[in-house]
């Protein structure tokens, strides 16, 4: 059979795209957060003027009829509790995932090694970082409070497994764990949330870690080959394995089966 023929404009054409994925998604986030906080504040102002006429309603009663009251602070619709819980939730999926990279850079074999895993990492730490930031921002506009702690039942599974992590395979495999669960999360938030600047919120995150998620499959695939040297940007195409052009994307539509709830992370 001939030599099969690559086209290299093509892996050239891909590098940009995914880099233009990264720029449209930060770009949108911003945005996104942004009309978030406009649309949100007149809403915030009505829950807190109802609050202060009731305390002073309540107030009133008190001094008059020398009894005791009490007024809980207000509270926002159950609609928006449900918002601010899954916001407060993937935040706690960033955080951890911005401690697991960080651990992972630490690391003699990852610090000392692979150049552009290495790079990989500190860009994805920092990406991680911003979106934290980002589902943050939105929760306490809504009223929230911010979640600065990392998701309980995936940091139980972290803590479990950096013990036996002994080399990058180790570190990838954990990596994509949690990719795969942020971006299956986002995914599924997207339906959940009631406000539409959230869905575009929850939408412009999620591909961005199903990327990540798509990298570091293929990073999997290379080490598992033993052609941890085709780890590599520039790479040469002529020597990666076939599967190298579709191990990364084994869905044609993203799964939402181990999408976290949106309590799961909620600040207590």
């Not at 509270?75 to 992972?104: C, H, K, W």
């Not at 939105?138 to 080399?167: E, F, H, M, R, S």
């Amino acid at each position: 059979m001939p030599p099969e023929h690559i086209d290299t404009r093509l892996l050239v054409e891909l590098t940009e795209q995914s880099q233009d994925l990264n720029s449209d998604a930060s770009r949108i986030t911003r945005s996104a957060l942004a009309d978030f906080g406009q649309a949100v504040d007149p809403v915030r102002r009505r829950w807190w003027e109802r609050g202060g006429a009731l305390a002073a309603a309540v107030g009133t009663v008190a001094l008059l009829g020398g009894r005791r009251a009490f007024a809980e602070s207000p509270s926002p619709s159950a609609s928006m509790a449900d918002d601010i819980m899954a916001l407060q939730t993937a935040a706690s999926i960033e955080n951890l995932a911005v401690s697991v990279y960080r651990t992972a850079a630490g690391l003699p074999f990852i610090k000392d090694g692979n150049k552009t895993v290495a790079a990989f990492i500190a860009k994805t730490t920092q990406q991680h970082e911003a979106h934290a930031q980002a589902f943050n921002a939105a929760a306490t506009q809504a009223g929230g409070k911010a979640q600065n702690g990392p998701d309980p039942k995936y940091k139980a599974v972290v803590d479990q497994a950096l013990p036996g992590i002994k080399g990058p395979a180790d570190v990838v495999k954990l990596a994509i764990t949690l990719e795969d669960v942020a971006a299956q999360t986002y995914t599924k938030n997207v339906a959940q949330v009631s406000n539409a600047d959230l869905r575009k919120l929850f939408a412009s995150v999620a591909p961005v870690e199903a990327q990540h998620r798509a990298t570091l499959l293929a990073v999997q695939a290379l080490l598992a080959g033993n052609a941890a040297d085709l780890v590599t940007i520039p790479v040469d195409p002529s020597k990666l394995p076939a599967a190298a052009g579709s191990v990364g994307f084994p869905d044609a539509f993203y799964h939402t089966d181990n999408a976290s709830p949106i309590s799961e992370g909620a600040v207590k």
